[in-house]
């Protein structure tokens, strides 16, 4: 089952299970979820986790720099890809 978003924008695809070499832009997320984000929490105080999750999001896509990106954010390559959809159509 695939989704499309603006003619090949984002594409939302499910996997078959075990499939690690499929799996792997998820895999990735996991780990940077896990190594940046878990880590850094303190769960010893009353950690509203919603809000955390919703911090982190709002960095991770508008803030960092990613390396697959080329030193861009996710935001950025977003714009930029829709920038070339709007201008390309008639």
Known sequence: MKY?????VFYRFLTKNFQLGLNGKVERSHLT?????YQLLDYTNDVN???KIKEWEDFYNF???HKSHGGLTPYE???AKMNIEIQSQP
Do not use: A, G, Y
């Not at 499309?4 to 090949?8: A, E, G, P, V």
């Not at 979820?33 to 984000?37: L, P, R």
């Open 4 to 8: 499309r978003l603006k003619k090949d």
């Open 33 to 37: 979820d896990k190594q940046e984000f």
């Open 49 to 51: 986790l919603r809000e």
């Open 63 to 65: 803030n960092r720099p």
């Open 77 to 79: 390559v977003f714009r």
